[in-house]
């Protein structure tokens, strides 16, 4: 199975700061099609995981353009883009080009 | 609006099986697969398999063969999951969510089902 890598595990932030989210792939995420599956959710406690990212970069309907994704090959990263008060909460990077579908182990963002 | 209802939560005594709905709505349900993950707890998600209605075809992580069963009933827009040969260490919250036949993964997640096995 492809494992994914999520560093840093807890990530410590003060309102407004920027931050990034790196996750890294045991195998290249670009598909035989061209595309590279690779996808960013967040799960604020208590609730169920909210896409954020898919396809590396592109944002979701509705997610605010503070958030962005990068990389390609097996390096992808999520960037905040000034953190708000409701971003906090475990951040998963997934993948769907290698089956079984795998995620990292998360990232959570805590307050300064 | 899309909505993805899942059944409540399970209290279920090891050996025993348990069966989970996750009823659509808010969209055409055979334009989309459904997924299901677990997330054991304090931990991190696991993809289980998914179904595609449109044509009752599934496919499993190897991980949950012969431990989960994915179905759907088309004429109720609604997704099941049953387990089987219940253990502790298959006591989760499970979700479903919907997918696209394009690469629009997740983009919907039911609320999650917590399944606890005890005596």
């Known amino acids: 199975d492809v494992v994914l890598t999520q560093t840093p595990s807890i990530l410590s932030a003060t309102i407004g700061q920027s931050v990034s989210i790196s996750c890294r792939s045991s195998?290249?995420?670009?598909?035989?099609?061209?595309?590279?599956?690779l996808y960013w959710f967040l799960q604020r406690p208590g609730q169920s995981p909210q896409r954020l990212i898919y396809l590396v970069s592109n944002l979701g309907s509705g997610v605010p353009n503070r958030f962005s994704g990068s990389g390609s090959g097996t390096d992808f990263t999520l960037k905040i883009s000034g953190v708000e008060a409701e971003d906090l909460g475990v951040y998963y990077c997934m993948q769907a080009t290698h089956a079984p579908w795998t995620f990292g182990g998360g990232t959570k963002l805590e307050l300064k | 609006e899309v909505k993805l209802q899942q059944s409540g939560d399970e209290l279920v005594r090891p050996g025993a099986s348990v069966k989970m709905s996750c009823k659509a709505s808010?969209?055409?349900?055979?334009?989309?697969?459904m997924h299901w993950v677990k997330q054991s707890p304090g931990q991190g998600l696991e993809w289980i398999g998914t179904i595609i209605p449109l044509i009752d075809t599934t496919s499993y992580n190897q991980k949950f063969k012969g431990k989960a069963t994915l179905t759907a009933d088309k004429s109720s827009n609604t997704a099941y999951m049953e387990l089987s040969r219940l253990t502790s260490e298959d006591s989760a919250v499970y979700y479903c969510?919907?997918?696209?036949?394009?690469?629009?993964?997740?983009?919907?997640w039911g609320q999650g089902v917590m399944v606890t096995v005890s005596s």
């Open positions: 808010g969209y055409t349900f055979t334009d989309y697969a």
């Open positions: 195998q290249s995420l670009l598909d035989s099609d061209g595309n590279t599956y």
């Open positions: 969510a919907r997918a696209p036949y394009s690469a629009d993964y997740f983009d919907y």
